[in-house]
C-alpha cells in the first residue's frame, strides 16, 4: 500500500468499478425454508481453479483443498497410490515430482490466514484472554443488526427498514453506545456522524482516509466484504432475486461500507512510522509479499490425484458393465429424481423384476411453478433456484362445494395460530406459552421432543387446519386454465425431456422426493438440494394430473402423440431418509390397474427394506441390518428424534454425474454417490437435450458438489459450523452458531462428519456423457459458463461410448488409461 492519497488522485469512477468488482465475488445463500445447494465459489468461475484457490487463501484465508494431514490419512489407507500420484504429475505438467509430494506430508505448513485490516492490528495489540477483539466485536454488531433489519417473520423490533441498510444502520450507530462501552472507545457515536451519507461515498472516503493504493482497491474492498461472507450471500440473494425480476438490488454495497465504515470509525488518525496503521501498511504488504505458491501447488496435486483415484474406479465400473438390453415386456416406468439418493432406490427397485424400468430426471419434473396451498397466499416456488416460475398453481379437489368448505377452515385455523404470535416473538415466548395453557402445553412440548415411528406425511407436511383435503389435489389447470392445447403443449413437451416418447408402461410412475428430519433448521435442504428446498410431491401430482386429463390426451393425440388407453400415470414420493415411498391418488386409478398397483406397492416395500439395509452401517445400524422389522422402526425413530444431529447423510458423498442410456449404468452398483440423468444420444440428433442437461441439471449437480465440497474443505466459512448450537436468525433467514457471530451458511459440520471421520470426500464433479463429441463440443462452444467450468477445472468431463472412455481437459480429448 501507499502513504494516504490526496482527494485529487482519487478516481470516483474507478471507485465504483472496483466496488463492482468486489460485490460480484459474492455468491447467494438462500432463506432456510428455500434452502437449496449453492456453489460459495460460483462467482469465481470465470478464473482457473488454481487462481481461485490463491486469490480466497490470501484475500480471506479460506482454503479450497483439506490440509496435508488429510492427503498422508488418505494414503495410508490406499485411497490415493503413487499411480494417481504420478498420474496428476503427469497431467499437470509439473515441474514437482512424486517424491516431492510424499516429502511434503511431512511439513506442517501455517494454515491460511485472513488479509490483516487496521482492526486485525488493534487486536494484536490486545490482551484477548481478557478482552474482546475488536474484529469480533464489529461482526457481531453488524450481524446483529443485519438480523433485525432483514427480519421478517421474527422479531417486533424492526430498525429503520424503511430505509436502506447503510442509512439505517448509520443513523442508529449514532446513538448506540453498546460498542463504545464495550471497548471502552467512548468516540464511536461522534464519529460516526461524520461518516458519508451515501454507501458508494462511504467507499471512496475510506480508501482515501486509509491510503489505499488504487491497484489494490478490489483485493481490498474483497478482503473487507469476506469478513462478512454470511451476510454478504445474504444480500447477495437480494440481488440474485431482483435480477431474476428483472431489476437489481445494491444491498451488498450497503454492507462493505458498513464493514469499510468501521476500519474508519476505529483509525486514530495517526500516520507517523510506529503508528496502528503504519504497522497496518506493513502486515498487509508482508501477507501478500509471501505467496505460499508451492504449498498451494503440492496441495492441489493431492487434490487431483484422490479425484483420479476416484475417477479410476468410476471409469472401470462403467467401462466394464454390461449394456443391459431392453425388454419388451416392461410393466412399470418409474421417473425418479437426478438426485443421488436415488440412485440406491432405483437400483433395489429393479431388482425386484426384470419388468421395471426405472428412469432419472430433474425431480422437478420440467414444471416452471410455484405452489399455494388453497385458501392461503403462501406462494413457493417448485423449481431450482437459477430459475423463475412462471406458472402459480394451487390445489382443488374439483368439487367448488368442498374448496369452499377448505378455505374457510384453513383461514380460521391460521388465524387461531397468528393470535399466538405475540407470544412467540417475546422474548422468553416458550415459558410465556406454557404459563398461558397450562400443563397440558408442556405435556405437548414434551410428547413431540419424544422420538417416535410416524412417516413424513404425519411429522412434516405443514397442518393448515381440520377439513376435507384429502380430496384435493395440485392442478396445472389452476395456471392454465381451460385452454386445453397449452395443457397439451406442456405434457408434450415433459414427455420428450424425460425419454418417455416412445412406448409407455401400463404404470408410469412419478417419484418425486423429500426428507424427514425434526428439529432442524436446514431440514429443507435435505427435502431437496435444488429446488428451493421443497419436495416434489406436488410436482409428480401436479404432472401426472395433468398426463391422465382425458381432454389432454385427445389433444394430444390430434396432434400425432397418443398416450395408450392402458397407461396411467402415478404420482409418488420418496422418503429420503426412511427409504418408503407414498403412492398419491390411486383412487382415481381404472379399476384394470388395482392388482399391478398392489404388486407396485410390494415391490416398493421390499426396495425400500433393502436400501435401508444398504445404508444401515452408515446410519450406525448395521447391527439391524439382517432385522428389517426393528430397522425399519430404528430408521424412523431417526428420523423423528429431535435429538438426532444425523437422521440421513443428505447428498454426502457425491461425486459424479452420469448422463447415459440407463442400460449403461442398470446393474451397476455406485454406492449412492452418482447422480443419474437418462439421455439417449439417438432421441437427439441436433443436440437440443444435450444442450437443455449442460446448462440446468450439470449446472445444479455443480452447485450441490461444490457446496458438500465447501462445507469440508473450509466449514469455518462456507459451512455452518455445530448443528447442536444452531439459532435461527429472523425466522427463516439462516442461522448463527450460537448466539451471535456472522450468518453461517452452508451445511453443519454434524453433515459431513460423523465426529470421527469425514463422511463427505471433497471431490470436483466428474460429468460423464454418452454422446458424439460433437454435440458436446457444441454446447460447450455455445455456452461460456459451461465452457469457464470446463476449461478453469471446476469440474471434470468424460465421454464414453463403446469403445472406451476419453477425457476433456483444455479443450482437448485425451483416451483414459488404467
Not at 463504545?180 to 451515501?198: C, E, G, H, V, W
Not at 398392489?598 to 426396495?607: E, F, G, M, V
Not at 450441490?704 to 459451512?719: E, P
Not at 469457464?788 to 476419453?806: F, P, S, T, V
Request: hydrophobic share 40%; net charge neutral.
Amino acid at each position: 500500500m501507499n502513504a494516504p492519497a490526496t482527494r485529487a488522485i482519487i478516481d470516483t469512477q474507478s471507485v465504483l468499478e472496483a466496488i463492482d468488482a468486489a460485490c460480484e465475488r459474492i455468491a447467494p445463500t438462500w432463506p432456510l425454508d428455500r434452502m437449496i445447494a449453492v456453489s460459495p465459489y460460483w462467482e469465481r468461475i470465470d478464473q482457473p481453479f488454481d487462481q481461485a484457490c490463491n486469490a480466497l487463501e490470501k484475500i480471506a484465508g479460506s482454503s479450497l483443498t483439506m490440509p496435508l494431514a488429510y492427503y498422508r490419512e488418505q494414503l495410508e489407507r490406499g485411497h490415493i497410490t503413487k499411480k494417481d500420484l504420478k498420474k496428476a504429475v503427469r497431467e499437470s505438467r509439473s515441474s514437482l515430482t512424486v517424491r516431492d509430494l510424499l516429502g511434503a506430508l511431512h511439513a506442517a505448513p501455517p494454515a491460511p490466514v485472513h488479509a490483516p485490516l487496521l482492526s486485525s492490528i488493534l487486536d494484536a495489540e490486545r490482551d484477548l484472554h481478557h478482552e474482546p477483539a475488536w474484529c469480533d466485536t464489529i461482526t457481531h454488531q453488524v450481524a446483529q443488526f443485519c438480523a433485525a433489519y432483514f427480519d421478517r417473520d421474527q422479531a417486533d423490533w424492526h430498525p429503520g427498514r424503511e430505509r436502506p441498510l447503510y442509512a439505517s444502520w448509520r443513523d442508529s450507530l449514532t446513538r448506540d453506545h453498546s460498542v463504545s462501552l464495550l471497548m471502552k472507545n467512548p468516540r464511536i457515536a461522534a464519529r460516526a456522524r461524520t461518516l458519508q451519507d451515501t454507501p458508494e461515498a462511504q467507499v471512496e472516503a475510506a480508501l482515501l482516509q486509509l491510503g489505499v493504493a488504487p491497484q489494490q482497491w478490489q483485493q481490498y474492498l474483497q478482503s473487507v466484504i469476506m469478513r462478512l461472507s454470511g451476510w454478504a450471500a445474504w444480500c447477495a440473494y437480494q440481488r440474485w432475486q431482483a435480477r431474476l425480476a428483472g431489476g437489481d438490488d445494491h444491498t451488498l454495497v450497503d454492507l462493505l461500507a458498513i464493514r469499510l465504515g468501521w476500519e474508519c470509525l476505529v483509525d486514530d488518525g495517526e500516520r507517523e512510522p510506529g503508528s496502528v496503521w503504519h504497522r497496518w501498511q506493513r502486515a498487509w504488504n508482508d501477507h501478500f509479499h509471501d505467496t505460499g505458491e508451492n504449498n498451494l501447488q503440492v496441495r492441489l496435486l493431492w487434490q487431483r490425484a484422490q479425484e483420479i483415484s476416484y475417477q479410476d474406479r468410476l471409469f472401470q465400473q462403467l467401462g466394464n458393465a454390461v449394456t443391459a438390453p431392453a425388454t419388451a415386456s416392461t410393466q412399470v416406468q418409474a421417473v425418479f429424481c437426478i438426485d443421488v439418493r436415488s440412485e440406491v432406490i432405483r437400483r433395489h427397485l429393479e431388482a425386484q423384476s426384470g419388468g421395471i424400468q426405472t428412469l432419472g430426471f430433474a425431480g422437478f419434473f420440467g414444471l416452471p411453478i410455484a405452489y399455494a396451498p388453497l385458501g392461503t397466499q403462501a406462494s413457493r416456488p417448485q423449481l431450482p433456484g437459477l430459475l423463475a416460475p412462471a406458472l402459480h398453481i394451487s390445489e382443488s379437489s374439483g368439487d367448488p362445494g368442498i374448496d369452499q368448505q377448505v378455505v374457510k377452515a384453513r383461514q380460521a385455523h391460521l388465524q387461531r395460530q397468528a393470535g399466538w404470535r405475540p407470544f412467540r416473538s417475546l422474548p422468553a415466548s416458550a415459558f410465556t406459552l406454557v404459563e398461558t395453557l397450562g400443563l397440558g402445553y408442556a405435556a405437548k412440548l414434551i410428547k413431540d421432543s419424544l422420538p417416535g415411528t410416524a412417516g413424513r406425511t404425519a411429522s412434516d407436511t405443514p397442518q393448515l387446519g381440520a377439513a376435507d383435503t384429502g380430496r384435493l389435489r395440485p392442478s396445472l389447470k389452476t395456471a392454465l386454465g381451460d385452454n386445453v392445447a397449452e395443457q397439451a403443449e406442456m405434457a408434450s413437451r415433459v414427455l420428450d425431456n424425460m425419454g418417455l416418447s416412445g412406448n409407455l408402461a401400463p404404470l408410469v410412475l412419478l417419484v418425486g422426493h423429500g426428507s424427514q428430519t425434526r428439529n432442524n433448521p436446514q431440514r429443507a435442504g435435505l427435502d431437496c438440494g435444488a429446488c428451493c428446498g421443497q419436495a416434489g410431491d406436488i410436482n409428480a401430482r401436479a404432472l401426472a394430473d395433468l398426463l391422465n386429463d382425458s381432454a389432454v390426451r385427445a389433444e394430444l393425440a390430434g396432434n400425432g402423440r397418443s398416450i395408450p388407453d392402458t397407461t396411467w400415470f402415478v404420482a409418488g414420493l420418496h422418503n429420503t431418509t426412511t427409504d418408503d415411498i407414498e403412492l398419491f391418488d390411486t383412487g382415481l386409478a381404472p379399476a384394470c390397474h388395482t392388482e399391478a398397483l398392489a404388486q407396485l406397492r410390494q415391490q416398493l416395500r421390499a426396495a425400500g427394506c433393502a436400501a435401508r439395509r444398504e445404508r444401515a452401517p452408515s446410519l450406525g445400524l448395521q447391527q439391524l441390518a439382517d432385522h428389517p422389522s426393528k430397522l425399519e422402526k430404528a430408521v424412523r425413530r431417526l428420523a423423528n428424534d429431535w435429538a438426532q444431529t444425523r437422521p440421513e447423510w443428505g447428498l454426502a458423498n457425491n461425486a459424479a454425474f452420469i448422463v447415459a442410456p440407463r442400460s449403461r449404468t442398470r446393474d451397476v452398483d455406485l454406492g449412492g454417490r452418482s447422480f443419474l440423468h437418462d439421455y439417449d444420444p439417438r432421441r437427439d440428433p441436433d443436440g437440443r437435450l444435450l444442450e437443455q442437461i449442460m446448462t440446468a441439471p450439470m449446472i445444479v449437480t455443480h452447485w450441490i458438489n461444490m457446496q458438500y465440497y465447501a462445507s469440508t474443505v473450509d466449514n469455518r466459512r462456507y459451512g455452518s459450523g455445530n448443528k447442536i448450537l444452531h439459532n435461527v436468525v429472523g425466522g427463516r433467514i439462516g442461522v448463527f452458531e450460537g448466539n451471535g457471530g456472522d450468518l453461517r451458511i452452508g451445511l453443519a459440520r454434524q453433515s459431513v462428519h460423523d465426529g470421527s471421520d469425514w463422511r463427505h470426500e471433497p471431490l470436483r464433479l466428474t460429468v460423464v456423457i454418452e454422446a458424439p463429441r460433437h454435440l458436446i463440443e457444441q454446447v460447450i462452444d455455445s455456452h461460456e459458463m459451461v465452457r469457464n467450468l470446463l476449461d478453469h477445472q471446476w469440474l471434470h468431463l468424460a465421454r464414453i461410448d463403446d469403445q472406451g472412455i476419453e477425457c476433456y481437459r483444455q479443450g482437448l480429448w485425451q483416451t483414459w488409461t488404467w
